[in-house]
């Protein structure tokens, strides 16, 4: 049975940062932190809108 991995708030944060605030590939933090790119595309995506602006987008 697949069971779902739970990150804090504070780890996709920063997960996403590396992405988009210092410009690594998604592919690369991905792989480095052992999560799929899907899963961290998603984090960028929505850490990418400013938090005032993210209503009911988060989990």
């Known amino acids: 049975m697949n069971q779902r991995r739970k990150f804090t708030e504070d780890f996709k944060q ?4 590396q ?8 592919k690369e933090v991905a792989n480095h ?9 998603n984090w960028v995506n929505r850490f990418r809108v400013p938090s005032n602006e ?5 989990d």
Do not use: C, F, H, V
């Open 54 to 58: 993210r209503g009911t987008q988060d």
């Open 14 to 17: 920063e997960a996403a940062a």
């Open 19 to 26: 992405a988009i605030e210092r410009g690594y590939p998604i």
């Open 33 to 41: 932190l052992g999560i799929s790119d899907k899963t961290l595309y």
